[in-house]
T-cell receptor
Framework: NAGVTQTPKFQVLKTGQSMTLQCAQD?????MYWYRQDPGMGLRLIYY???????DKGEVPNGYNVSRLNKREFSLRLESAAPSQTSVYFC?????????????FGDGTRLSIL | AQSVTQLDSHVSVSEGTPVLLRCNYS??????LFWYVQHPNKGLQLLLK??????LVKGINGFEAEFKKSETSFHLTKPSAHMSDAAEYFC??????????????FGSGTQLTVLP
């Protein structure tokens, strides 16, 4: 089925470890986004890529880096994981980076930092 | 500046009874507004959106929402709840529909429980 695929689905890390969360979409969308979801706080934007070759910071970028590898793939990297980064991470995509364009979400990566 | 408030963190209804999930927004302009649904261990799915056309917006699965500018509200309703409606619902606002999606503001969510 067409959509947004995130890997892995679950991950446990120790403080200080690094890892990369992968995201791929097969809908030929131009824009991609990384969010984190914490209880009672809705979703907060970490980074986004309005089009292939561009990336920009969102609301909570500290401690993260991103790479827009090609039109399909957008990865999120934690260089030195901290317990405060324990969260559920969602990748989303949309045809264009405009607010009236619906976003399509992956099923999330549940990340625990010990 | 913009903000969105979901007035109830949890709502419980019996199957077959009406659903009302409340959302108020704050925006200086004519906003775009959305409702998304999140089922357990899944990503968010768009239910419906308001972008300045009809004030009563119909979405998927029998849900609808009415934009009331005078009350700055965008409440989500459904006439008859189904067990499959049990999920978390997010109200989302952006003040300018031509703005980048990075300016979307998500509400904190309302967990809907449907009792048999």
């Amino acid at each position: 089925n067409a959509g947004v695929t995130q890997t892995p689905k679950f991950q446990v890390l120790k403080t200080g470890q690094s890892m990369t969360l992968q995201c791929a979409q097969d809908m030929n969308h131009n824009s991609m986004y990384w969010y984190r979801q914490d209880p009672g706080m809705g979703l907060r934007l970490i980074y986004y890529s309005a089009s292939e070759g561009t990336t920009d910071k969102g609301e909570v970028p500290n401690g993260y880096n991103v790479s827009r590898l090609n039109k399909r793939e957008f990865s999120l990297r934690l260089e030195s994981a901290a317990p405060s980064q324990t969260s559920v991470y969602f990748c989303a995509s949309s045809f264009r980076d405009r607010s009236n364009q619906p976003q399509h979400f992956g099923d999330g990566t549940r990340l625990s930092i010990l | 500046a913009q903000s969105v408030t979901q007035l109830d963190s949890h709502v419980s209804v019996s199957e077959g009874t009406p659903v009302l999930l409340r959302c108020n927004y704050s925006s200086s302009y004519s906003p775009s507004l959305f409702w998304y649904v999140q089922h357990p261990n899944k990503g968010l799915q768009l239910l419906l959106k308001y972008t300045s056309a009809a004030t009563l917006v119909k979405g998927i699965n029998g849900f609808e929402a009415e934009f009331k500018k005078s009350e700055t509200s965008f409440h989500l309703t459904k006439p008859s709840a189904h067990m499959s409606d049990a999920a978390e619902y997010f109200c989302v606002v952006i003040l300018d529909r031509e703005s980048s999606a990075r300016q979307l503001t998500f509400g904190s969510g309302t967990q809907l429980t449907v009792l048999p």
